[in-house]
């Protein structure tokens, strides 16, 4: 960014969970790492009627808390690019005090001013009306960031794309998927399309089926109040995890230009084959986490978490089956599951290949020839080829022998996803930011699915928390010998 560049940023919903896990951390980060403009202002808009001493102690805990690499040293340094806005975000009079900090006499005039709406969706609208009542619209040099879920439906995130467009233009509107910004789904793209023998496989030829597993060990901490109402689908699958397939799946771009890359993920939601009613079930599995252990601690089950409503029949574990019905994935399942309060974090892509269409070694002590699986994991950025070798002796054995590297040399410091999303806000490169229609496209094929269970409201599957979700979830699976894959 040039050093002159002056920008202001409005965290809507400064006190909120994603912004203590999230945006305070990526934000203090940055700032250390010099790439935050000195002169840039945060007004971080709340609720609760603090102080100046008050927001601060509150930034300050959650930095303790969530904050890597945390030094108290550069808090004050930090501190200084703060003001808190006290507010209401359905209240005309707190959008004119907005507007009275924001073109405070004195300050130079910002090149741009960005709101990030780190709000409950249900808010999204009535703030976007009230910023643009108060003057920031389609002509203003203002970014709107829009985090997901964009809409609770295919329905609500057209017409909430249409508000949208009402008072702000398409080149202001910044649809954040956070994952998009994690290296590793970035270094997906290099790894097809970089590498000229993994492309050439990369096809229903040679593979088996593909899984997309995001992993959570937490549980739902203190958001049930969002939560409860989206629910595992809407929260994690319809777009991380769909993201994430659509980085696998897609064909090479034309260029890495934001909009030829979008459209090759939109041409796969596109060729996803939809769901008819009464597939459903076999295509999707829905359960809750039970009360459990862990990493050693007793943890209460979903229903017992503070604000949940009883007998919540809300996911907090999905998996999915989707076809790809195009030339390159014709037949191949892609299985996808996501859940919380399982035994790790992880996220992972694997990859399994076909069976050799000989069983050359029948005879022998091998027997069976198991099939290869190419492993990604984009927790630990791993990457893990696993083929076999013969084992040396005179006997015809075999073993795997694990190819497996991590993406990152020592030394070599990671970026938060954030901490790049933001970067590129400040910046107004859209390129890793969400087009409407790949939304629009990912909720038509989610769409049947919450269609069905929104009418199951009597019953949900449990599973103790601390294990990787019910058993029934291989229900989904096409073959016997299919199963699902940890990735660590
Ligand atoms: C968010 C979800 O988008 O992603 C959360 O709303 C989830 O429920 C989080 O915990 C996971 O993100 P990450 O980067 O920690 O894998």
Redesign the pocket.
Request: aromatic letters at 16%; proline letters at 0%; a neutral charge.
């Given at each position: 960014m040039e050093e002159h560049c002056i920008c202001q940023f409005v965290i809507f919903g400064a006190t909120g969970d994603l912004s203590s896990r999230k945006l305070l951390p990526a934000l203090y980060h940055l700032q250390c790492a010099g790439r935050m403009p000195e002169d840039m202002r945060i007004f971080a808009f709340g609720r609760r009627a603090w102080n100046r001493e008050e927001w601060e102690e509150f930034l300050r805990g959650q930095l303790e808390r969530f904050t890597e690499g945390y030094r108290p040293e550069h808090f004050r340094r930090f501190c200084r690019h703060f003001h808190y806005i006290q507010g209401e975000l359905h209240e005309p009079a707190s959008y004119a005090e907005l507007v009275r900090v924001l073109t405070h006499k004195g300050s130079d005039r910002p090149d741009s001013t960005i709101f990030y709406l780190a709000i409950r969706p249900a808010d999204f609208l009535p703030v976007i009306q009230q910023l643009s009542a108060a003057g920031f619209s389609q002509d203003s040099d203002c970014r709107i960031v829009i985090e997901?879920p964009f809409g609770e439906d295919l329905e609500s995130a057209v017409q909430l794309n249409e508000h949208l467009h009402r008072h702000f233009r398409e080149e202001q509107i910044y649809r954040i998927d956070?994952?998009l910004g994690k290296e590793i789904v970035q270094n997906l793209l290099v790894f097809r399309f970089a590498n000229l023998p993994i492309e050439t496989v990369w096809n229903r030829n040679y593979i088996d089926h593909v899984q997309i597993t995001?992993a959570?060990d937490?549980g739902v901490e203190n958001r049930a109040g969002y939560?409860d109402q989206a629910g595992a689908l809407r929260?994690?699958l319809q777009n991380?995890l769909m993201q994430i397939l659509t980085l696998v799946a897609m064909e090479p771009p034309p260029s890495l230009e934001a909009d030829a890359l979008r459209d090759e993920k939109v041409k796969v939601l596109r060729s996803i084959r939809s769901i008819p009613k009464i597939a459903i079930h076999a295509h999707a599995l829905r359960a809750q986490y039970g009360p459990g252990t862990v990493d050693g601690k007793n943890v209460p089950g979903y229903q017992d978490e503070p604000g949940v409503t009883r007998n919540s029949v809300t996911e907090t574990y999905v998996a999915v089956k989707f076809y790809i019905d195009n030339w390159r994935w014709r037949g191949v399942p892609f299985y996808l599951r996501t859940g919380k309060r399982m035994p790790a974090?992880t996220?992972s892509v694997a990859i399994r290949f076909r069976h050799t269409p000989q069983q050359l070694f029948q005879e022998t002590p091998i027997e069976r020839i198991e099939p290869n699986w190419i492993l990604l994991s984009l927790e630990t950025e791993n990457l893990n080829i696993e083929i076999h070798v013969k084992e040396p002796g005179l006997e015809m054995k075999m073993r795997p022998l694990q190819l497996n590297a991590s993406y990152r040399r020592d030394g070599e410091k990671e970026l938060d996803?954030y901490e790049a999303l933001l970067l590129d806000v400040m910046e107004g490169d859209r390129a890793l930011f969400i087009r409407f229609d790949e939304v629009e496209w990912a909720w038509r094929v989610v769409d049947p699915i919450l269609k069905t269970w929104s009418r199951e409201m009597d019953y949900i599957i449990t599973y103790p928390a601390g294990t990787w979700g019910p058993e029934e979830a291989t229900r989904i699976m096409d073959k016997e010998d299919q199963y699902w894959r940890i990735v660590l």
């Open positions: 997901k956070h994952y995001v959570e937490l939560y929260d994690m991380h974090k996220s996803a």
